[in-house]
């Protein structure tokens, strides 16, 4: 291999990830609210994505570090490059909604309303709503050169608004400017009273906007703009950000706080007087300024994608199955006993993984369960099988694992009932992420102890179920269950990681693994065998297997790769990855399985893995990766594979210069891999539906025999 | 679809354990129990389930690092934070049982190896350990430590091909010592126990150094001087082959061999085992952390133990040796199994090595043998009335077989030589207590009957010294049966009938000798027993 960095910047890659997603967003063929779903999930993947990488690299840049990333690309390079694509998209975004989604929903009456559009009946709800409601919640405060700025909340809107300066300093204006923080006013849409059909709102910040001057009385008020700053993450992630960047540079950590402010999103009719004062005191280069024709914080239309009617302009639901392995009301341990059962969701229900711990709490046979948690909530069914399990004398242990600052008060309360109902609660692994979703319950049985384990792909959160394609293994092979025990061991301290049977973890061996079974598909193809490798990530990211893959591809192994986010390989280059494809399914479902193919010489070997192929989750995150065993799942799990990489409808293939086009096929018949899948689990429930209808099973009482 | 995993429910033919309940074993009942293994640099517990035919299903393995050695083998004690930490450790080892509702003392079986023994406030420390976690550790010695651990490995040597018929050496490097055990096929032939360890050698040469290896030549000389005892113990027969036991061995095959799952026996070409020793001792312990993902004080014995097997390896002129995932704690759960399906083959090595001794001693074989069948045929028909557990069988008939051997020492009060033989020769595989009992059934085949200042007896419990005058009371008979030293009863039945032991012996006319002997030995049988002896020439010769 040559000298020439071989890898695109990932976060170039990903921002490319990001233009796929607007890409929907701007499919005339999709229903209106479809396309404002996809705005809004934009916005929040921009939010994130300015939120966790731009502010290491801004850091970086800001204390001369010129080290150049994998793709040979220094700090300063990065960030100029990362500002002029991320413009350009905002720049789209605001053109998509403005020209393209909004006027279709105003014309399907579902109107936001503007200042000067405000009828009558209107003008005079808002007033009372505002005098009674809006003026005492909100609270104005003055910022000048001599005022700290205020302590905004990252995230969330404020209003700007600019005043007729009273006095001069050696001849020039002194400038009189507050700011009106919304963090402590909860809604956005403010529904209108309406004559005609439709939905009629205004945002908040328009309103504000239009009665701004209520606030300061006697003032003559020449501007009220809104804007929203996005902070640099907190330290933690930070650091995960830059830590291959970064090592040994700790004191570039404790000048954090100067770097706090990485973007500024304000609305376009800002002053130029205005948005300099802004940029100054948030200490901000001027390419962070984004502003903008559209709503700020798209990420909030979520909202009005989930108003109720308007079905014209949403696309139809598809309901999750029951799967066929799992009656309704089949004991699971016993189906358990006799196989493993894959699900994927959400075309397949959550509800056995559900119906899992509930059963598992209730079963006097049951002696422990040992699961870890992510992002969920008291309400969650999981969590009260949970504790009814503790209640019901089991030994119940949970590794909860507090993310963000932002999410960790609700985490601590229901953390804390876990804790209460007698749960034994382990809060995270210092250094390392749980990032690994597993459940294992430990059960008696007359022939011994049996486990039973639960392996997911995706976090135990049966709302992110619905949306996100997970797929879940049920297990009660023997090995599997001692490797989930001991990892649950090793996690919450019991024992020192021991060598698995069946299963990889990170950060011990999934990476080596992975590498070995490259390797061996390599070693394959030299001696003239077929070789190949299928790999569905949501990110491929990490150096090593980059280059392994390149290697293989070098060797004539035949690699496609499934890759929904970023991906830094180019795929393609003759001498290099000629023999690598490398897709990306942006379609109504997240894509968010990762699942793992190795031809190994005719005997195929399929993984499912919590870890994309990122250094962080290699290295600094605990994951596990599970062999799927039975011929029937391994035979399923290739099946979705290749019918991804078969769709002609919500496919984009990536090209040698990292950019990507949608696949579209006019010879073959249109093949949308999401509907396919769905059709699939439709299906398999009619037959199962079909099937139990020739079965009658009468309630008996105890003990009573027909025969 | 071809696959030669198949799916998850095909299991890979496993000698020694059932890891997955097959269909046949439904039926059977299992009970969960518990070994912790308290050794020199970690405390490790293995949780498994024994049925009722005796195998054993490993569940759950779990270890923490605790350097106990550290402390013994350089200041002689345990220092408070080691014992506290081992507490942290045991607390959480409860909580784990407890899971699996492990509960009783008769399914936990938690034992401590030289580093607890050696130290000099081992009593502070087991006391500790039991206010504080209700465990009872049973410190246990080197010869305990290859006997049990040979029990692990037993079943293995009788399925895997390569072992059999061949002198096999079998090598168990610790911290503390070093054990071996020399095997052909199923047979022992001699067991010997260095005080060579990795810690110890480690802590006594590295007062110096302390992030690097000690010096290479250093501790070959050490492990040289041991190895030239060990060719002298050998003699001129030497070995077929080598199989090395410890987890420094374990790691290095997992390292070294592509396709070696622990389950199986591991070839290892003794040149990769040079290179990756060789590897090893160039590197720095923080080195050896990183890069192969150890702790501490595994990377610090990994060294000295590579070292130690390649040397005898080398001197003994092999090219490969083979290695084994078995432990200690192996034998400890085929031993908590064997109570319920006592293994009779183990008590035949045990024997094999008590005839060993009575060739050494050059006892008289005709005579030992006769009252050792003698012995057992008494046993066997006083065994189920007076509830004696069928394992001491081999006690009995260990003391008859050598209860003579004191006569090579003096004869007269040849009884009392006979024990303190029996407590110093190399007899394989009964542990300490077994060989201070045994050796005290043989010390009572002859005159006074056992009081409490006797030394030995008195250290006994009371179901220990019940069984001690049931044993040696049992012995005078049969010693009294073979009188005549000629063999000629052998063939007797026995009979309990009321206030009345009465044996039957076939074909005989005069039994006074006999008769007579039994008189002599006292009173011993009658007062254990409450039964009085009878000979009686049987019916059907009289007839």
Known sequence: MTDTPQLFNRELSWLEFNSRVLGEARDASLPLLERLKFLAITGSNLDEFFKVRVGGLQLLHRRGVSRHDPSGLSPGEQLRRIHEKARAMVGEQSECYLNEVEPGLTAAGLRRVTGAQLTEKQQSFLRTL????????????????????????????????????IEQFDGVDVPRIAVIPFNAYPLRFITLPSDGGGYDYILLEDAVCLFADRFFKGETILE??????????????????????????????????????????????????????????????PNGVYPTSAPLDMSAFWELVGISGFDELKIDEWLPQPSPEIPPTADLFEILAERDVLLYHPYQSFEPVIRFLEQAAADPDVLAIKQTLYRTSSKSPIVSALMKAAENGKHVAVVVELKARFDEARNIAWAKDLERAGVQVIYGIKGLKTHAKVCVVVR???????????????????????????????TSDNELGSDAVNFMYAITGYSQPNRFHKLDAAPMTIRSKLLELIEGEIERKKQNQPAEIMVKVNSLVDPPLIEALYRASQAGVRIRLNVRGACCLIPGVAGLSENIDVVSIIDRFLEHARILYFHHGGDPQLFLSSADWMPRNLDRRLELMVPVESPENRERLIDILKTYFRDNQKSHRQKKDGSYRRIRSKKKMPLRSQEILFREAIDDSIRISQASRTVFVPHLADGESHF | MNSEHGTSR??????????????????????????????????RMEVAEISNDGSVRTLQQLFQAVNLGKDTFTTGSLQKNTIEKCVRILKSYRQVLNEFQITKDDQI??????????????????????????????????????RITYLGIQPFLRVESALSDRRSLIVEVGGGSTELL???????????????????????????????????????????????????QLGKEGVDQMVALGGDMRFAASHLLEDWTPDELGRLPLQELDRFADLILHQSFDQIVRKFRLSYDDAATLGPALLVNQTIANRLGLDHLLVTRFSLRDGLLKEMASRETWNTSFDEQILRSAHEVARKFHLDLRHAEQVELLSRKLFAALRTEF???????????????LHESGMYLESSGYHKHSMYIMLHCELFGLSRRGLLLASLVARYHRRASPKPTHQGYDTLSREERVLVRQLAAILRVADALDRSRS?????????????????????????????????????LFEDIFGLQVVLRPSRKSVS
């Open chain 2, 182 to 232: 020399l095997v052909q096929g199923e047979d022992v032939l001699a067991s010997h126990t260095y005080r060579l360890g990795t810690v110890r050698l480690w802590e006594s040469l590295n007062r110096m150094q302390s992030t690097h290896m000690p010096g290479r030549e250093i501790m070959a000389d050490r492990i040289n001087q041991m190895v030239d005892q060990i060719q002298h």
């Open chain 1, 444 to 474: 008696r049985e007359p022939q011994g102890i049996r486990r039973y384990c639960h392996f997911g792909t995706g976090n135990y959160n049966e709302i992110t179920a619905r949306i996100y394609r997970d797929a879940s293994l049920f």
């Open chain 1, 130 to 165: 505002f005098r009674d409601e809006i003026f005492s919640v909100l609270t104005p405060m003055r910022i000048g050169a001599d005022v700290n700025f205020p302590l905004l909340v990252h995230e969330s809107l404020s209003v700007c608004v600019r005043m007729q300066p």
């Open chain 2, 109 to 146: 079986r938690i034992v401590a190896t030289s580093s607890v023994r050696e130290a000099e406030n081992r009593l502070t420390f087991l006391d500790r350990i039991y206010s504080a976690t209700g465990f009872q550790i049973e410190p246990i010695e080197e010869p305990d430590v290859v």
């Open chain 2, 487 to 523: 063999a000629r009863v052998g063939d007797i039945e026995c009979e309990i009938q009321e206030r009345r032991f009465v044996i039957n012996v076939p074909h005989a006319t005069d039994l006074s000798v006999e008769q007579l002997a039994i008189k002599q030995k006292g009173s």
């Open chain 2, 387 to 401: 509830g004696i557990d069928v394992r001491h069988e081999v006690l009995l008939r260990t003391a008859a077989l």
């Open chain 1, 224 to 285: 009220s703009v809104p804007f929203r700053i996005t902070r640099n993450a907190d330290l933690a992630l930070q650091e995960e950000q830059a830590s291959d960047l970064m090592s040994g540079m700790e004191d570039l950590l404790e000048a954090r706080k100067e770097a706090d402010c990485v973007r500024l999103e304000i609305a376009e009719n800002a002053s130029e007087e205005l948005v300099e004062f802004l940029r100054k005191l948030l200490n901000l280069d």
């Open chain 2, 10 to 43: 095909q299991t890979r033919e496993d000698p020694l354990r059932d890891r997955e309940p097959s269909p046949e074993h439904r039926a059977t009942v299992s009970r969960p129990v518990a070994v912790i293994d308290i050794g020199t640099t970690s405390i």
